[in-house]
């Protein structure tokens, strides 16, 4: 991958003892973790700081390949991330290769993965001399340029109306910050504060990275740590061939849709054919629709991470590294709507890496349903509130609003699934009220759990949520970047599937609802109007008549189930 680079190599040495491996299995991980949680305390941006949108690992020298991932941050940006190292060294090839000291920067949604938000920084480390691996760090900036304050635009067809677009550059060169590349990312946002903090805590928790890579080394040796690692991506292989051996071998097939695409209102299919082979996993996309105008397109980078965050889920016991794609084999052709190549726009990723996790759910339920989840609520309903002070001291400045919100996670066969959870594509937090109200000139009038919104079951899928959002400013422009407002999520093995997706906005007094159910640009509002989301909840697992009586109770109790949904249900039998 890097061929004028030296890098550190492991003569072949004796298995490891399990106590020695499962400590620096540990030791690694906290690495990673102090890492995130050097961002988290650092990050200016509400979405890094509060949400935890952000991630760091170690990749291979050799390959790019994913070697220890923390466990606070975002696993798809761990997958993506390493199509990210390997892009930033072919792109460092020609100009002097890696050199320590240096920090590589990238927005590159279509090598790196995921959208122009995620800024992935990568840092080249070296032992005496030779380079030993890579440390990343990927996190979400809150606005980086293109036609949308915050960055999802659903009227994009290009992704220079997204976001500006920043290929593999030195940001840090022999140690010292390039004034040069940040005054060109300064110049690209409506708020170079917080990029400036959000940039510095990556390259704290960098620096971080590297003092503790070093202690460990020091304390270990370099050669027993990395077959520490080696033997890790064994072991994950090793556990994935199990499980899937322990599958019935057959083909497996499910598909599901997003909305639209922003431009076009037509539906958009996520197909999947699974193949379970011995011990091999075949996952095929090929039915899956073309990519299209609008920015539900992702790369196949990113395809490819979303399968890996899907697979965790479905075998969780699995070391989180490479290991876990060594037994699966992809079938993703060119110029799907999961393979997208530039410039078609890929801001909305997230709506369609939760589809392929929900169809990779499904496919894997007809398996083996006792393994497997119902679908997720499905969307992060990217909502971006923007506008300029009034109040005095501030007046003029630019504020962006810019957050996801949460919903019900799928049932499950050992229980009910989650309430007001976050996406299953992370580990982040749902930004709290207080957090968001203290920056922003905004109330939010309601934010409860929405009734009968989970899907019934043996096991209930979790409920969806409700946000009102009242604006205290003179006036701002909404932009709302959604999914599951026509196709529910769905249940598995006879459960019911969750609500779909409802966004509503005030004006003059009349309620309004987007002509595209979930994505709609250019809405203002006046001071004292609404926003309101009642967001889907997960499906359910398993027939509902096979529910407990104690259970469906509590249901009605906690107000889960209102009166009406619970007649409902019972005349339903």
């Not at 007809?366 to 997720?376: F, L």
């Not at 922003?440 to 096991?459: A, I, K, M, N």
Request: with cysteine.
């Amino acid at each position: 991958m890097h061929e004028d680079t030296p890098t550190v190599t492991v003569s072949p040495m004796d298995p490891m003892d399990p106590v020695t491996l499962a400590v620096l299995r540990g030791r690694l991980e906290q690495v990673a973790d102090e890492m995130d949680a050097t961002l988290y305390r650092s990050a200016f941006n509400p979405i890094i700081a509060e949400a935890h949108d952000a991630c760091h690992g170690l990749y291979d020298a050799a390959t790019g390949d994913t070697l220890v991932q923390g466990k606070s941050g975002l696993p798809v940006f761990v997958g993506a991330m390493a199509f990210a190292v390997r892009a930033t060294a072919r792109a460092a090839a020609p100009r002097g290769g890696m050199q320590d000291g240096d920090i590589w920067i990238s927005n590159d949604a279509y090598d790196g993965g995921t959208h122009a938000n995620d800024f992935k920084l990568v840092r080249p480390f070296f032992r005496n001399g030779a380079l030993y691996c890579y440390m990343a760090s990927a996190a979400h900036w809150h606005d980086v340029g293109g036609a949308v304050p915050g960055n999802y635009n659903p009227a994009a067809t290009e992704c220079w109306q997204e976001a500006v677009q920043i290929p593999p550059v030195r940001i840090v060169r022999g140690g010292v910050l390039d004034p040069d590349v940040l005054a060109i990312l300064r110049a690209n946002t409506r708020l170079p504060e917080s990029l400036w903090g959000d940039l510095n805590g990556q390259l704290a928790a960098l620096a971080l990275g590297a003092r503790r890579l070093d202690g460990l080394l020091d304390e270990y040796g370099d050669a027993l740590v990395l077959q520490a690692m080696g033997e890790l991506r064994s072991r994950a292989l090793k556990l994935m061939r199990s499980h899937i051996a322990s599958l019935p071998d057959g083909r497996y097939s499910f598909e599901d849709v997003l909305d639209n695409d922003g431009i076009v209102d037509l539906p958009l299919t996520i197909a999947l054919d699974m193949t379970v082979a011995g011990d091999r996993l075949t996952l095929d996309f090929s039915r899956t629709s073309a990519q299209c105008a609008g920015p539900v397109n992702i790369s196949r980078a990113t395809s490819v991470a979303a399968c890996y965050v899907a697979l965790k889920h479905l075998f969780p016991d699995v070391p989180a590294n490479a290991g876990v794609l060594d037994a699966v084999d992809f079938v993703l052709p060119d110029r799907l709507v999961i393979t997208a190549e530039r410039p078609r726009p890929v801001g909305g990723y997230t709506e369609t890496i939760l589809r392929m996790i929900d169809v990779i759910f499904s496919a894997a339920a007809q398996a083996d349903p006792q393994r497997a989840v119902a679908h997720a609520y499905g969307t992060i309903n990217a909502l971006s509130i923007a506008g300029h002070r009034t109040d005095a001291g501030r007046e003029g400045q630019r504020w962006v609003m810019f957050s996801f919100f949460g919903g019900g996670h799928g049932g499950h066969s050992a229980g009910d699934g989650l309430s007001h959870a976050n996406a299953p594509i992370s580990t982040a937090t749902i930004p709290p009220l207080e957090i968001l109200e203290a920056a922003y000139p905004v109330r939010f009038t309601e934010w409860s759990l929405r009734p009968d919104s989970g899907g019934e079951g043996r096991f209930r899928g979790g409920l969806g949520a409700i946000y009102e959002i009242e604006l205290l400013e003179k006036d701002a422009e909404v932009y709302v970047f959604g999914e599951r407002g026509t196709s529910p999520p769905k249940g598995i093995a006879g459960g019911g599937n969750g609500a779909v997706n409802v966004f509503r906005y005030e004006n003059d007094g009349h309620w309004q609802t987007p002509p595209m159910v979930s994505k709609m640009h250019g809405i203002r509002l006046a001071q004292g109007e609404r926003l309101r989301l009642e967001t889907p909840g997960g499906g359910g697992w398993g027939p509902f008549a096979e529910r407990g009586s104690a259970a469906r109770a509590n249901d009605a109790a906690m107000g889960y189930v209102s009166a009406d949904g619970a007649q409902n249900k019972k005349a339903a039998q």
